[in-house]
């Protein structure tokens, strides 16, 4: 379950005014109790069968009474459930918080609540104010160089990165067809769990995972698990002053959203200099939809307003983007998932 979607919904219902501005005040406490669970592993605790709050606090050396009203509370939003006096078990919702779970988003809830990114939070009235990221406001710098700094966050956040995609693959792969691509290069890839699955729903296809040094060192494990590992070109390299040469189709998952539009221009421009005639750039993102209805993108957007200073975009927005890149937008695909595939080709 997603808390912010879970606000933005209730906002949305035909409720007591005050009702709903409460649960929206409160939403940053959920957040911080899914932390709570996902760092100390409570869902893997509870894999083999319920136990109880005694039993999981020896388990994780924390407070019992206080571990039991964070689990109450979860509980109370339908992760996990309360079975009986102080026991619980794993819930639908919950087994997204085990680490071997084939769509887990443990990963993901740990970078969220981590102390390090929640802080940014805080900051939302300055960037509002300036313009400016709240991110280096707190740290002293935008969000990759931090990572580049600071290694164990890094992976943290590649983590979270890969889990996302693994949660949103299928829905992905089945809504793009490869037929006429030779060579599909991820740029920013991370650790290669995109690529991966569209090599293997495409057996003709050859890969390259793009990224900088520090990320694609990591890669090859996790390749060569999903069985592609020697159709994959691994390259390093920064995409503000180059990327893969010659290739017919560039992707690029969660990764223009990180930028300004200067600089998402840029990137794109880098892949029209370098990509072969005819190629086609796949931007797997949020897109905005036209009006106020809920949708989780308007509340994704705000973790680019005070964390990278990206931007979620609606289809004109992406599609001047492109133009500007000599890229000419072909059409938006809707996925089985929040993200969408914008397709564009070269001009």
Known sequence: MDIHTTATQTATEKSDPTAQLMQIMLGSFPTQALYV????????????????????????????????????????????????????????????????????LRDAAIFM?????????????????????????????????????????????????????????????????????????????????????????????????????????????????????????????DFFEKVTEGADAYMMKFIIHDWDDERAVKILKHIHRDSAPNARVLLFEMVVPEGNASNFSVIQDLEMLVSPGGVERTEAEYRDLLEQAGFKLRRVIPTKSPFSIVEAFKV
């Open 37 to 104: 669970a996902a760092k100390l592993g409570i869902a893997d605790l509870l894999k083999e069968g319920a136990r109880t709050t005694a039993e999981l606090a020896e388990k994780t050396n924390t407070h019992e009474r206080s571990l039991y009203r964070v689990l109450r509370a979860l509980a109370s939003l339908q992760v996990f459930e309360e079975t009986g006096s102080k026991t619980f078990e794993l819930t639908p919702a919950a087994e997204l918080l085990l680490t071997d779970h084939p769509g887990s």
């Open 113 to 237: 609540g981590e102390k390090w990114h929640w802080v940014v939070y805080a900051e939302m009235l300055y960037s509002v104010q300036t313009g400016k990221v709240g991110w280096e406001k707190v740290h002293g710098l935008e969000v990759f160089p931090y990572f580049q700094k600071h290694p164990e966050e890094y992976e943290i956040f590649n983590r979270a990165m890969t889990s996302l995609s693994t949660n949103v693959m299928p829905a992905l792969v089945e809504a793009y067809d490869f037929t006429g691509v030779d060579t599909l290069v991820d740029i920013a890839g991370g650790h290669g769990r995109l690529l991966a699955g569209f090599l293997k729903s495409n057996q003709h296809l050859k890969g390259v995972l793009f990224d900088l040094p520090e990320v694609i060192k990591g890669a090859s494990v996790l390749l060569k698990e999903e069985s592609v590992a020697e159709r994959v070109r691994l390259e390093s390299g």
